[in-house]
């Protein structure tokens, strides 16, 4: 079965520290590759994702991610967390063609950055 | 407008009551995609539509649930006689297939309490 996981419900990090969100799949061929941040009472909002080329891929504010795909892993960075990184983070998936494009989503990683 | 909108933000009905929600897609995306967001469950998959072509309503959990989208813009999901466990964030996204790798775009949700 095509899944996301996101093996850390929470990851707590201080302001000023690099930050990593850990994601893996299980998807059959080459997939699409998303990262979207909620913060409370909001929708999901795009930060970046991975088609092709460049296994590391730059996003909105400052994230980046890095397509291992060996490892299957599609991990969120940033060199310098801020207080106001703190929100919750889900992974995504779009499988390869046969499909209608949408995503499955990881259970979310919700990130707390202390000052 | 700017972006996908739904409405209404919050909705309270009692158990057996019929709902509907609605989402205003970015102009020009021709891909809309519903999702359901709850505690037990995550973010999963509704129903999704594009153009004209038949609707993928794979991801709806019962006959109760139903969307239309009418003009190829406006979407309205109906759930029929409601219960305690359709409770959720229904969010709404949108994408054009003319844009790399298919990113979709969230509106705010619908906060849905069946009491």
């Known amino acids: 079965a095509q899944s996301v996981a996101q093996p850390e419900d929470q990851v707590n990090v201080a302001e000023g520290n690099p930050l990593t969100v850990k994601c893996t799949y299980s998807v059959s061929g080459n997939p699409y590759l998303f990262w979207y941040v909620q913060y409370p009472n909001r929708g999901l909002q795009f930060l970046l994702k991975?088609?092709?080329?460049?296994?590391l891929v730059k996003g909105s504010y400052g994230f980046e991610a890095e397509f291992n795909k060996s490892q299957t892993s599609f991990h969120l960075k940033k060199p310098s967390a801020l207080v106001s990184d703190s929100a919750l983070y889900f992974c995504?998936?779009?499988?390869?063609?046969?499909?209608?494009?949408?995503?499955?989503f990881g259970q979310g990683t919700t990130l707390q950055v202390k000052p | 407008g700017a972006g996908v909108s739904q409405s209404p933000s919050n909705k309270v009905t009692e158990k057996g009551k019929d709902v509907e929600l609605r989402c205003d897609p970015i102009s020009g995306h021709t891909a809309l995609y519903w999702y359901r967001q709850s505690l037990g469950q995550g973010l999963e998959f509704l129903i999704y539509?594009?153009?004209?072509?038949?609707?993928?309503k794979s991801g709806l959990p019962s006959d109760r649930f139903s969307a239309e989208r009418t003009g190829g813009s406006v979407s309205t999901l109906t759930i029929q006689r409601t219960q305690q466990e359709d409770s959720a964030v229904y969010l709404c996204?949108?994408?054009?297939?003319?844009?790399?790798?298919?990113?979709?775009?969230f509106g705010p949700g619908t906060r849905l309490t069946v009491l």
């Open positions: 991975y088609i092709t080329g460049d296994n």
């Open positions: 539509f594009q153009g004209n072509s038949a609707p993928d």
């Open positions: 996204a949108s994408s054009s297939p003319g844009l790399a790798g298919n990113t979709q775009y």
């Open positions: 995504a998936v779009r499988p390869p063609s046969g499909n209608t494009g949408k995503l499955i």
